[in-house]
Each structure stands twice: as C-alpha cells, then as structure tokens.
C-alpha cells in the first residue's frame, strides 16, 4: 500500500516561495509509469491540480500556475518537493500529494492526507 505525507510550513508570507516536501513509503517514485503531482484546494473552492514530477523525472505543470511552479525530486529519500514562488493570499490552500494510476497522469489513486498553508503577512 502506497503511502504518502506532505510536510512544510504551515504559514508562507506573501512574495515568498512556499516549499512542501512529500514523502512516499510503500512504493519507489521511480517506478515506471506513475505520476506524482501536487493538488491543492482553497477555502470554498474545488480542486486545482498544479502539476507532476513523472517516474522517470519529466515534470508537466498546469499553464497558469507554470511560471511560479517547481516540481523536484530525491530519489535517495523517496521524497518530491513542490516550491511555488511569488506567493499571495490567493494560494491559500490545503494542499496535497497524489500518486497517479498507472500510465495514466490526470487520475490519482493514492493522496496524502493534506497540509494546510496559509499565506499571510
């Protein structure tokens, strides 16, 4: 069983660069033909994807999130790191990690249980 968790702070100010590490157990991010993205929802409002680091370290973002967003990796740690720069109140969100099904990037099976981050001066 595939598991991840999401960890980082919890409070971002604005214009800075919020920084969330997702750690995986149960399973290598190298393994061929998953996906791991990042999610995040904000208060009252659905789900935004916002992009994936692939098995064999491709990254795709969503377009209007692509030039604050980066997607990395540290396959010695089993770990994928999401930074989004130039933050502002608006990024606000729970956000989450996600694995992929197989072969398949927009459809995730497995999520963390989401961390809460607030951008906030």
């Known amino acids: 069983q595939v598991q991840l968790q999401e960890s980082g702070p919890g409070l971002v100010k604005p214009s800075q660069t919020l920084s969330l590490t997702c750690t995986v157990s149960?399973?290598?991010?190298?393994?061929?033909?998953?996906?791991w993205g990042w999610i995040r929802q904000p208060p009252g409002k659905g789900l935004e994807w916002m992009g994936y680091i692939g098995y064999s370290g491709s990254t795709y973002y969503s377009p209007s999130l692509k030039s604050r967003t980066s997607i990395s990796r540290d396959t010695s740690k089993n770990q994928f790191t999401l930074q989004l720069s130039s933050v502002t109140p608006e990024d606000t969100a729970v956000y989450y990690c996600?694995?992929?099904?197989?072969?398949?990037?927009?459809?995730?099976?497995?999520w963390g249980q989401g961390t809460q981050v607030t951008v906030s001066s």
């Open positions: 996600a694995r992929s099904l197989r072969n398949i990037w927009y459809i995730y099976e497995y």
């Open positions: 149960g399973g290598s991010i190298t393994t061929n033909y998953y996906y």
